[in-house]
């Protein structure tokens, strides 16, 4: 049985970036402070969700996603239940592993003119990967402070 774990990290409101006719996606607009408890505390926070109805299946309702790890090679780890307001920059659990949110795909499909739900994805990252990205982020928007006098 698969044990997921949740914890919401302080991010900045998402942004709606480009949407097609089936999904839009939202995505992170400003990378919040490191995941996990601030001050050592063990935040258990366990409510309980369980995967979803099996593989193959497209996650539909609200409060089911399919999780899919982007980093390269992308892979999916299955459907699960989460809470329906889940966002960018918060951290989840899967089966012992933590993952912060990198983008909430929500498809829908129009039938009988009407956009009905078609499939819910969370795009995730290994939470080490997350913080090893912050970095080197921060790196690169850094300034330059050097020795002062002709650069020859």
């Known amino acids: 049985?698969?044990?997921?774990?949740?914890t919401s990290i302080s991010v900045a409101s998402g942004r709606l970036a480009r949407p097609s006719r089936k999904s839009a996606v939202v995505q992170c607009s400003k990378p919040g402070p490191a995941p996990g408890p601030a001050d050592g505390?063990?935040?258990?926070n366990k409510r309980g969700l369980k995967p979803g109805s099996g593989a193959g299946k497209r996650a539909k309702q609200p409060g089911l996603y399919e999780v899919q790890v982007v980093t390269p090679p992308p892979r999916s780890l299955g459907i699960y239940a989460l809470p329906p307001n889940t966002q960018c920059g918060e951290e989840i659990d899967?089966?012992?592993q933590g993952y912060v949110v990198t983008t909430v795909v929500l498809q829908y499909k129009l039938r009988g003119g009407k956009y009905v739900r078609h499939h819910n994805?969370?795009?995730?990252?290994?939470?080490g990967r997350w913080l090893v990205n912050q970095m080197l982020e921060n790196l690169i928007k850094a300034r330059y402070v050097g020795p002062t006098g002709s650069q020859d």
């Open 94 to 96: 899967v089966e012992g």
């Open 1 to 6: 049985m698969s044990a997921i774990r949740m």
């Open 121 to 127: 994805r969370l795009d995730v990252q290994p939470t």
């Open 41 to 44: 505390q063990n935040n258990n």
